[in-house]
Structure formats: C-alpha cells, structure tokens
C-alpha cells in the first residue's frame, strides 16, 4: 500500500493506532480485512484533500458517520469533496464512516471512538434511538457539535438539522398522486427503509394527512425495514402484496426503487405513478426510462455547506450560518433532467 503520509497522520485519519496503521502498511498478519479497507481509504481521503493544505487556515477534523445505501452513502462522499475547496475560513478535513446497515450498538460505538479521539464536528445519519440520542448528548457535553443530516434526532443536544424539509416533501408526494389519479379508488403502497428513521416518519405521516384530505378513495399500505437494500426490499415486498389487486400508486420514502419494481413486476402489477426520492445513479436511469414518474429531490451540496456552516460558526469561524438548513423538494421527471 503506497503512500507519501506520516503513520501519525494516517492513524489520525482512519481513527486507528499507529500500531494498526504499520501493521496494515507493511502487510503483517492478523489483520482484518475491514481494518485495511480503512486504511486505504484514509490515504485516499488525505490523497484528495492534500491541496487544501496549500490554503491558510486552521486545519479541523470532521467525522461522517452515515446509515445509508451505498448509491446515496456516495453521493454524500461526492458532494462533501465538492463542497470543501470552496471553504476558506479553515482547512476541513473530512473522515467517514458509511454503512448500509449499522446497528444500534455500532453507531453509539462509533460516536464514542470519535469522543474519545476528538472531533471538530459530527455529521450524522442514524435511526433515532435512545441509546443513540445518549451518545450524541455525550458529544454534545464534550464541546463536540452533531449536525443531523436528511434525518433528525428527538431531544435538543445536536447542534442542528440540515436537509429535505421532510413534511413538506411527503405533502408533495401526495399532492403528486393525487394530480395523477384524480378520483380513483385502490391502494397506495407507501415504502420506509426503517421505522427509526425519524425523516422519513415525518414524510410519512404528512403523506397519508395530505392524502386523506386530497384522495379519500384510496387506501395507504405502509411497508418499512427494508433498509434500502434491494434483497431484503423485495423480499418482504412479495409478503405485502400477495392479496393487493388494486395497486395505483408508489411512495418510496426510502430508496430501493430497482427491486420494487421488479417485485411488483413479479406480482404482476403496475401502478400508475411511481414517486421517488434523491438523483442518485438509480434513480436517474429509471426516470429516464420512465420507470418511475417523479423524483423529489433536494441539493446535497447545499445540505453539506450548511452544515459546514454550523460547525464553523459553533467554531467561531464565521459570525453566523450563511446557508439555510432547511432544503425545499424538487420535483423531477423525465422531461427536466440533464442527461450526461
């Protein structure tokens, strides 16, 4: 594994032991292989991030620690890098933590390594749980500010939210269907990759309250804990809908997209308006195609500045947040997308 890095500085990237880090470095055994793939990944991130180094400014270390698909886990890696150069007031220097599924434990586990080892500032995607809310009141009590990111957290002890305006989204969804299908009676499947996700809650219960009012005729079917993945998505998809005949309408609130529509083409159903939420990869190919009808997006680089200018302000850095922390759905079909 080449590398141009001090060992004291690839440990401080990757939040491991220098010890570990020359282990790695010099391919010794006894070493797993979810350690090397960190290692790796530190010298890639301080690789990318070596020509901040040129700016003046101090340099701050910053921690991503996000449950999501690897398609949406990406776009958050892209649009951090993106945003970082145009950031003068200090050199940021980012390290992520991405999972498609973490487990309670893990994501309190990961939060008091970042405790231990210190932290300029916390960007976090996790389910709201009590043991996780614990930890990040932990962080708080250490002058370590947590910024939520598309998902909130219960209790006052993050520093703030950033993201989709997460009822206003759901409203709009319906608001969609409801354009779509007018007066038609069936069913709605509305989709949740967890129940603990406390954004996607707020998307879904201003949908079905946005329904009720606009489509009284229809009926919403609720599926969560697919986690986004596409095997345990369809899986528990083909349960659902083994007595639905009806089916007229999609809200996806938590990606997966691809396997729902092969499940529900295995079902044999087709339903007339298909809503979606982020561009990302997928979803941009099944728009194009025409798969699904509309996608509610937001700006994500939008997203990562603001919370950047969080914690330059809880920092200092700046006299007060410059970007809105709040993000308002687009609505994209496939007649107003750029095609690369």
Sequence with gaps: MTHRFPIKEIARQAGLGTATIDRVL????NVSTQTKQRVAAAIEELTAQEAQLAARGRRMFFDFVI???ARFSREV??????????????????????????????VVAALERIQKRGSHGVCLKAKDTPAIRAAVR??????????????DLGGGDRLSYVGLDNAGAGRTAAYLISKTLGDRSGTVLATRSHERFLGEEDRAT??????V???PNLRVISLQGGGGIPSKTATQLTQKLEHVVDLQAVYSMGGGNRAILETLEHCRLSPLVFVAHDLDRENKELLIKEKISFVLHHDLQRDIRAAFDHFLAFHKLLTEPTT?????AQVLTPMNILVD
């Design 26 to 29: 010099n391919n010794r055994a």
């Design 67 to 69: 449950e999501a698909p």
């Design 77 to 106: 890696k892209s649009a951090t890098e993106a945003v970082l150069p145009h950031i003068n007031s200090a050199v940021c220097r980012p390290r992520f933590l991405l999972q498609e599924i973490m487990q309670e434990a893990e």
């Design 138 to 151: 932990k962080l708080h009590a250490s002058r370590i500010p947590v910024v939520t990111l598309v998902t």
């Design 206 to 211: 201003a949908f079905q309250e946005a329904l």
């Design 213 to 215: 009012q606009l489509c």
């Design 324 to 328: 809105e922390s709040l993000s308002t």
